[in-house]
């Protein structure tokens, strides 16, 4: 009996145990769903996932929405905003937010047609703060912008000290970097800093260049201010970056930086080393940036046309503007005698894949003589040309 | 024998009970909540439906969604990371001559999640919900968070 007994209680405690235990379990509070971050995996895109809902008119608005909201989640953003009262009558209430990231890629998951009729979307998405590493790889996948590097010592050389800091930093980032020699550039040396847009445009035509790096540098001996024993010397730049084409300036700074070394001419080569390295990292940020909206909106682009005749400087003006990846075509000149023309476009695809397909639909052949990303030259054969 | 029995599964039992149901009802330092809102906040935003005839009621309605979802992201931003208040009262003979106030915020968030938004076609406005969870916010931060969780509304 007492043996019984003893089991019978053994079993309530175990009991006992087991119900307290998952009780005290349940208690715990369910972690919160955070944003959930992706394990890179193969032939996953990597990023922040999110999904997100959107709304619209229509699905490409309700997209954008989704995609808008995606970026506000993961990345975040910047909201700032006021509200004035006086004598209890509100004077004014505004917000203002603004968010910026990189879509690495979305799919749409689900999507639909709400009672009030407004079309819905649910995304997922994979986004990041920076384009990064994509924007390296697109730009080396792209015809990629040639630029140029020019700077300038007080006493008028090249400071080559200058010029291989940036060109370095500039390299890493896909681009093809150009280094004029002092006679190539010494029609331009008296304004460097100040090219109007005319020259501009020519000394990218010489230098077979789209943007110019442009660069003064002076230094200047500290003596042993630490009281180490070392010699500083300070270096000051005035960094520009514009593109050719338009002349619109990407990025102007005046940048400072200081060394020491035993030796007053080593530190002075540090001093313009580094802030050449210095004004590099923040152009080439500036000039991706900038790359890329223009890649998205349309790259200015200078086509010459030779042999051809006002009709098909007609033709290929208004066939142009009936492509879908020409975003604007503005003409520009047209010479009879010399059966030239000139079209100002802005394009989001490289000119040649354009003008095959213009060929193909005008019926005309052509031979590129010169093509860069920002002008070219074609010449168009007139036999082929159809009524 | 059978006594001591009996009182030993008494006990047992009155522990079992007492034991496991305290548990459940507590919660650290005495606040009322739920599971839910330990973990995140629900912020409302409501907007007014600005809709003239002949034009579009949808668009009317998106315009809404979004000025609800401002009004619920400026209220989070202002309860969880707080704003500026600038302003004063002259008051001359006992008299209220002048009282201006002027709120100001400006922050960089994340994490913010729109959790829902519709329409309340009686009142004509929109109500959006943004919800923020704790332990996004304090990953955001770097430190604890030490607002009382809940649901906000203006």
Not at chain 1, 67 to 95: C, M, P, W
Not at chain 1, 108 to 132: C, F, M, N, R, T
Not at chain 1, 302 to 311: C, N, V, W
Request: glycine letters at 10%.
């Amino acid at each position: 009996m007492k043996r019984w007994v003893f089991h019978f209680l053994l079993s309530l405690m175990i009991l006992l145990l087991i119900g307290c235990g998952g009780g005290i379990g349940s208690q715990e509070i369910p972690v919160a769903k955070s944003i959930e971050t992706h394990e890179p995996a193969v032939n996953v895109p990597t990023g922040i996932r999110v999904e997100t809902m959107g709304y619209g008119l229509n699905v490409e608005e309700a997209e954008k929405d989704a995609i808008l909201r995606a970026i506000q989640q993961a990345v975040g953003f910047a909201i700032t905003g006021r509200t004035i009262v006086a004598n209890y009558t509100l004077l004014d209430k505004s917000t203002f937010t603004k968010t910026r990231g990189y879509v690495k890629s979305y799919s749409i998951l689900e999507q639909g047609v709400d009672p009030s009729g407004l079309v819905w979307v649910k995304i997922e998405a994979y986004v990041e703060e920076s384009v990064g590493d994509d924007v390296e790889a697109l730009i080396r996948m792209m015809n990629k912008p040639r630029v140029g590097v020019v700077i300038v010592e007080r006493g008028g050389g090249i400071s080559t000290t200058a010029v291989t800091a940036i060109s370095g930093e500039l390299n890493k980032k896909g681009f093809y970097i150009v280094s004029p020699t002092l006679d190539e550039i010494k029609g331009y040396l008296k304004e460097l800093m100040m090219l109007s847009p005319r020259t501009l445009k020519r000394a990218g035509e010489a230098l077979k260049v789209d943007l110019l790096v442009l660069g003064s540098v002076e230094t200047e001996d500290l003596g042993d201010i630490l009281g180490y024993g070392l010699n500083s010397s300070r270096a000051r730049m005035e960094l520009k970056a514009i593109w050719t084409g338009s002349a619109n300036v990407v990025y102007a700074d005046n940048l400072e930086n200081s060394a020491a070394d035993l030796s007053q001419d080593v530190a002075r080569s540090k001093a313009v080393k580094e802030v050449a390295k210095l004004g590099a990292r923040k152009l080439a940020d500036k000039i991706l940036e900038d790359w890329l909206e223009m890649a998205a909106g349309g790259i200015p682009f200078t086509l010459k046309l030779q042999g051809i005749d006002y009709e098909l400087y007609k033709a290929i003006s208004e066939g142009l503007k009936h492509l879908s990846f020409v975003k604007g075509v503005f003409p520009r000149s047209f010479n009879d005698e010399g059966k030239t023309g000139e079209l100002d476009m802005e394009i989001v695809a490289p000119i040649d894949w354009i003008m095959e397909r213009l060929a193909e639909q005008l019926g005309f052949t052509y031979r590129v003589k010169e093509l860069m990303l920002t002008s070219g030259t074609i010449e168009v054969k007139l036999e082929g040309v159809s009524s | 024998m059978k006594k001591v029995i009996f009182s030993l599964m008494l006990l047992a039992g009155l522990v079992w009970f007492f034991g496991c149901s305290a548990s459940r009802s507590s919660m650290p330092g005495g606040i009322v909540t739920t599971v839910e809102t330990r973990a995140y906040w629900d912020f409302y935003g409501y907007a007014p439906i600005m809709y003239k005839q002949g034009e579009s009621y949808q668009l009317a309605l998106l315009k809404a969604k979004d000025v609800a979802i401002n009004e619920a992201y400026t209220l989070a931003v202002k309860t969880l990371v707080g704003f500026t208040i600038e302003g004063g009262s002259t008051v001359e003979d006992y008299m209220l001559t002048k009282k201006i106030s002027r709120e100001s915020f400006n922050a960089f968030v994340r994490g913010m999640r729109v959790l829902e938004w519709y329409e309340d076609r009686e009142k004509l406005m929109v109500i959006a919900v943004v919800r923020v969870y704790k332990r996004d916010l304090e990953n955001f931060l770097g430190v604890p968070v030490v607002t009382p969780p809940g649901s906000f509304k203006p």
